[in-house]
């Protein structure tokens, strides 16, 4: 999974935070295509788990102190990309790649859909006045 201009939400903290997930699922990519150790693999597994946790904590934050209407249905979604984590770490299946595969495409939907949706309603608000401007960079 690569970075791409696509990803960016408009929210420089987010889009940071976006871009080390990425990095994450890169990472888990070529563990797997090297046929690296599963043990190296879970480690990257356990990696990425954390830190979309915190992630995850940060977005529903923001989306609940701009009154984003969308907040319990995008956390769902957060709980339902932390629960298909957990399961490839503790039943890593044979098909691996292709499970890794199916995460990041998940991830580029999930940003590219449900985050650009939170981030527009945040950027809105913010230029309404509901906030300040240093929370935001668009050319990060």
């Known amino acids: 999974m690569d970075w791409k201009q696509a990803y960016y939400v408009g929210i420089h ?3 940071e935070q976006h871009k080390t997930l990425v990095e994450h699922i890169s990472g888990i990519e070529q ?3 090297t046929n690296a150790g ?3 693999v879970n480690a990257a ?3 990425l788990s954390v830190d979309a946790q915190n992630h995850f904590i940060l977005e529903e934050s923001l989306m609940g102190i701009y009154d984003f209407p969308g907040l319990h ?3 769902n979604e957060h709980w339902r990309f932390l629960a298909d984590l957990r399961t490839l770490q503790e039943d890593p299946p044979t098909e691996l790649a292709h499970r890794v595969n199916l995460l990041s495409e998940r991830l580029d ?6 985050d650009k949706s939170y981030a527009l309603h945040i950027l809105k608000r913010l230029a309404l006045g509901g906030g300040t401007a240093s929370t935001t960079a ?3």
């Open 45 to 47: 597994f356990a990696r």
């Open 13 to 15: 903290e987010i889009d």
């Open 31 to 33: 563990a797997v295509a």
């Open 38 to 40: 599963w043990a190296d």
């Open 109 to 114: 939907a999930h940003i590219q859909t449900w």
């Open 138 to 140: 668009t050319d990060s």
């Open 73 to 75: 249905e995008h956390a």
